[in-house]
């Protein structure tokens, strides 16, 4: 079947303007993170969801950062007032559940989108 | 947040060569993951471990836990090009879900 996808897969952006990203979770999937993965790094976890509603948002960097989820499937990260720190490849994942243990809370992640602020 | 240091930072070999990477911290895992991931793609997930001492192997790829579970290792048997790529470690936080991961390792094999 298919697995996460995202779009677009590339964005390049002027500072000080807004964007949106989106990923698509492998179907049947409750649970959806987002991650921010800088050069040379591990990525690092932003925000999760099970459902519609953000179970854990404490990674989000600051009040720039916002993401929604609001029919539990299709979720939207929107960055306001970009700023060249804020360019990095942002990964989303899902699983089938966010409780269980494995295999249920294993995150299958999708390509990400490089986000490159100039 | 536990932080979670490899090493080493990258590493480029011969085909056929034999390598091992690390995963380390100064606290107990609960469990640890590790991943492999591909330029322009994310990581996907490559083995589990939970228990301390724990060795689990997949194809020329062996994956040991620590006794104490504050460390793991991957070791790469005969490395073939294809095995090029970015091996992370990952804990998953206290209710199994958001991810902390390293800073990886790169490894190059070549042909």
């Known amino acids: 079947g298919a697995g996460v996808s995202q779009t677009p897969s590339n964005k390049v952006t002027e500072k000080g303007k807004y964007v949106e990203l989106r990923c698509d979770p492998i179907s049947g999937h409750t649970a959806l993170y987002w991650y921010r993965q800088s050069l040379g790094q591990g990525p690092e976890f932003l925000i999760y969801?099970?459902?519609?509603?953000?179970?854990?948002d404490s990674g989000l960097p600051n009040d720039r950062f916002f993401a929604v989820r609001p029919e539990g499937s299709v979720s939207t990260l929107k960055i306001q007032r970009t700023e060249r720190g804020d360019s990095a490849v942002y990964l989303c994942?899902?699983?089938?559940?966010?409780?269980?243990?494995?295999?249920?809370?294993?995150?299958?992640f999708g390509p990400g989108t490089r986000l490159t602020v100039l | 947040t536990q932080l979670l240091e490899q090493s080493p930072q990258f590493l480029s070999i011969q085909e056929g060569e034999n390598l091992t990477v690390y995963c380390n911290s100064s606290s107990v895992f609960s469990s640890l993951q590790w991943y492999r991931q591909e330029p322009g793609e994310g990581p996907v997930l490559l083995v589990t471990?939970?228990?301390?001492?724990e060795v689990k192997k997949l194809k020329r790829l062996t994956f040991q836990f620590g006794d104490a579970r504050k460390d793991s290792s991957l070791h790469i048997t005969a490395a073939q090009p294809g095995d090029t790529g970015l091996y992370l470690c990952?804990?998953?936080?206290?209710?199994?879900?958001?991810?902390?991961f390293g800073a990886g390792t790169i490894l190059r094999v070549k042909s």
């Open positions: 994942a899902s699983s089938l559940s966010l409780a269980g243990g494995p295999p249920y809370n294993e995150q299958f």
């Open positions: 990952a804990q998953s936080g206290e209710y199994g879900n958001k991810l902390v």
């Open positions: 969801f099970q459902g519609t509603g953000a179970a854990d």
């Open positions: 471990v939970v228990t301390g001492g």
